[in-house]
């Protein structure tokens, strides 16, 4: 059977033809018409792949459902949304989604996105990185590659995959500058483009709140003005 994915939006129409889409290719779709329900059918649906989440609904807001969804799994999250502000996307992925699609979308954009989604989180749970398996060390961080585990001051850190990869990737070039376009095109494996930088930034900003005692001062990630980001 195909990845199990979970389509939480209040139209029926949006639903529907998601359904129909998703069901061409294979998947496995759950409907869900508010944030309430879909974070109870989570509940008994663990093998949840993806969940693709609007915004704007009645009741409990996707973003606040995402809060919620955050503390039940790790599966990633696909806004997909009819806000196009920036700052609703900066905020999409700060609190925890992977990816984000505005309203009206191209079917096969979606549908690149969802299997563009499933191969990184299938890889991750696989925990087949491709990295090093030598552990990478930086004063009381330690990050395994042959576990995927990250360690800080002894205590482990839940980082999802695209956090994951960005923090191997700075950690295992220590000393070097990326750039946020050399971080995404190398990190989610698409061309740059204007607003590829506010998901380099939001990725950072989660990871410093995650590996720093004070993200507005990190020691671990810095920030290079001008230039990117790089761990010394």
Known sequence: MGAMI????????????????????????????????????LKTHQAIDL???DIMMPGKSGFETCREIREMTTAPVLFLSA??????????????????????FSPVELVARVKALLRRYAIYQGKDHNFSSDVIRIRELSIHPSSGEV???????????????L??????????????QELYETIWEEPFLPLSNNTVVAHIKNLRQKIEKDPKNPKYILTVWGRGYQIV
Do not use: C
């Open 6 to 41: 979970m389509i939480v939006d209040d139209s029926k129409d949006i639903r529907e033809v998601v359904e129909v889409l998703l069901g061409s290719e294979g998947y496995q779709v759950i409907p869900a018409d508010s944030g309430e329900m879909a974070l109870n059918l």
């Open 51 to 53: 969940i693709i989440l």
């Open 83 to 104: 806000k196009t502000h920036i700052e609703d996307k900066e905020t999409g992925l700060t609190i925890g989604g992977d990816d984000y699609l505005s309203k009206p």
């Open 151 to 165: 360690i800080l001051s002894d205590e482990p850190i839940s980082l999802r995959y695209m956090e994951y990869r």
């Open 167 to 180: 923090l191997v990737q700075l950690a295992s070039h220590r000393g070097k500058i990326f750039s946020a």
